[in-house]
């Protein structure tokens, strides 16, 4: 039965489930929404994984607080405040060597 799985096995098992849907018919992008959430360090490293096995056909929007998971991506977006009540858009480009911050694009 499905209820025995932890939060991690079935976040993996759907994740599973919708890699091998992209290996016969790739889609351009996916958006993932906190993916990673209820993985634990070794899933969430099996998870970048299975990302990168996929970038080179689809381009994927992962949502996601994993500080693991966000140093794996190309490019991040963000909302900082600055000063209260005050909220500006970042971005910060992983690509190269040194992490350039850029203003985001509105």
Do not use: W
């Not at 290996?23 to 993916?35: K, N, V, Y």
């Not at 993985?39 to 970038?55: A, C, M, P, Q």
């Not at 977006?77 to 909220?87: D, F, R």
Request: with cysteine.
């Amino acid at each position: 039965s499905i209820r025995l799985l932890s939060g991690g096995e079935k976040t993996m098992t759907a994740l599973a489930l919708m890699m091998a849907i992209f290996q016969l018919r790739p889609s351009p992008f996916c958006i993932m929404d906190e993916s990673d959430a209820a993985l634990d360090e070794t899933n969430v490293g099996r998870f970048i994984s299975l990302l990168k096995e996929y970038i080179a056909t689809t381009q994927f929007i992962v949502i996601s607080h994993n500080q693991k998971t966000m140093l794996t991506m190309d490019r991040l977006y963000g909302v900082t405040i600055e000063t209260s009540g005050v909220s500006k858009k970042i971005s910060v480009n992983m690509t190269g060597k040194e992490k350039e911050l850029e203003p985001a694009m509105a």
